[in-house]
């Protein structure tokens, strides 16, 4: 086994997305002294945020896709393109698929989630996700297909009307015009359950003026290559199908078991590990049994912050303190130069509302010049 140099007073993180990478860059500043090592597979940071507009073209890829090259250059941290394949917490290591093992002074756990078909038939092979630049490319090229071949009973369906099956919705339907049917289907009994009700509002009055056909208290329950099939016996014909109905959390084989469940690894309130001293994880794939904090990029990039006053904190003997998320607003993307937002009491929809999102967004993609960061930095200020 090869294994990299690493100080054994690093800091390692382990997963490079909204979590993982803030948590670096704060550390790096905050405690210069102490090494940082990231280990992240893929060669693009992915602001998944902005995915559909860089579907509709409305932004370019190194705006919503900057490579981690680019982005870590003159960051003095070690990145490992590797992906972890285990950790032995008790031990102290962990082991990548390149071969290496790694030690830690302090580990960050930040590697997100995965898509969850819940075992229904069909969707593994049938479905796509929207959450990967591949997802983007094979999606354009449907929409491309869809909007030459131009069939009268050409449909497309969407899985999960949450955050971003609404927005696809909204998306897909301006990028189609009228090349084909959307439907979006949703078990619950309304879509975007944990949503602001100014912004539900908006986004159904978005979904109508579009003529989504919406499929509300609706269970999907098998899926062919041409066919949805719904709970009651009804099905949808499709030519394409897009799942967004769900995650899990994503965690490489973890010594010992007894704290991950089905909502993720345990962590207590200042983020550490359930029974670990130099154990953290965040974002996503983490779970505090007292404080559900929401699955946003709002909530781990704040964490990924407070890694590194935990750190500074512990160096001078005293313990972390307990994580306080900041809830700053909701902002939806609807379709071509539309948006919704609402924050800090403020609400906002339309045209306006979707240049402040884009500006706010940007303003949170690390390495952008100081002069585009404070665009709009006063909805979404940390
Ligand atoms: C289309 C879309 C739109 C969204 N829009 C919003 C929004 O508008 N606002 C909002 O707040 N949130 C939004 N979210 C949710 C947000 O993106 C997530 O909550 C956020 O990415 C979670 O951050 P994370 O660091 O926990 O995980 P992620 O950002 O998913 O990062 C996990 C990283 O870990 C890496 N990894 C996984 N396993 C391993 C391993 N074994 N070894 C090494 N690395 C590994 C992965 O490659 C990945 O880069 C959106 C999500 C999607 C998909």
New binding site residues.
Partial sequence: MTSPQIATNSVVV?????????SALAVRERLPERPVVL????SN????????ELLSGEMKSWEVAPRYRDLLASRQMVWLQ????RIDLDAGWLD??HGSRLEWGDLVL?????PNDFGIPGVEHHAQ???SLDDVARLRERIHWLRQQRQSDAALVIVGAG??GV??ACKLSDLLEGAAVIHLVEMGEQILPRSRAFNRARAEAALERRQVKLHLSTSVTAVTEDQVQLEGGTALRHDGLIW?AG?RP???PLQPESEVNRRGISITADLRVSGQTHVFA?????HHAEAPW????????Q??EAIAAALAAMATGNDPEPFQFQDRG????LGIGDATLTGLGVTLAGPLAFKL?RAT?LTRQPGLSLGLRSAGAWLLNR
Avoid: C, K
């Avoid at 590797?82 to 394949?85: A, G, L, T």
């Fill in positions: 382990v997963g490079g997305g909204f979590g993982g990478l803030f280990l992240e597979p893929n940071f992915i602001f998944q945020p902005l995915l559909y590797e992906r972890v394949s990548t698929d930040a590697t997100g989630t995965e996700g929207f959450r955050p971003t927005e696809l967004s995650s994503s965690l490489p965040i974002g996503d794939t983490a929401p699955g946003t990029a709002q909530v781990a990039m964490q990924g909701e902002m939806l993307s999102r967004y």
